[in-house]
């Protein structure tokens, strides 16, 4: 019996990770439009463990980025503060690492697939 659930949970991970990979049961964060540029940059806080996952992500897929930590940098603090009221977003409702994907704002630790979906979206004009 033991086995039995073992190997139902097995299955029923891997399904999902596979479901996932087709981009399927991906839930994309709220995004919004501001003003276009060519940059995907990325707004962390130290000591950040989601960032430094995001961080080996973009790395990994060799997707170029700027990287902004608001803690260090109040101007950097001032420009996604600036950011999130112009799309209507609370700083509480805000969580990190936030992306500017080339004038599109992604709050939230969205996932890779999502920043990708918008960067290819913006390359095609």
Do not use: W
């Not at 190997?7 to 991970?13: C, D, E, G, T, V």
């Not at 399927?24 to 995907?40: G, R, S, T």
Request: with cysteine; proline share 6%.
């Amino acid at each position: 019996m033991k086995k039995g659930v073992l190997y139902f949970l097995a299955l029923a991970f891997f399904g999902i990770v596979i479901y996932q990979g087709t981009g399927k049961l991906i839930i994309e964060n709220p995004a919004v439009k501001l003003a276009e540029h060519d940059q995907l940059i990325m707004y962390s806080v130290t000591g950040c463990e989601y960032c430094e996952v995001k961080r080996h992500e973009l790395n990994r897929a060799e997707i170029p980025y700027v990287e902004y930590v608001v803690d260090q940098h109040p101007a950097a603090y001032s420009e996604l503060s600036e950011k999130l009221s112009v799309a209507g977003f609370s700083k509480k409702e805000m969580g990190f690492p936030t992306f500017d994907v080339k004038g599109t704002l992604i709050p939230n630790n969205p996932p890779l697939i999502q920043i990708r979906k918008v960067i290819a979206e913006k390359e095609a004009g």
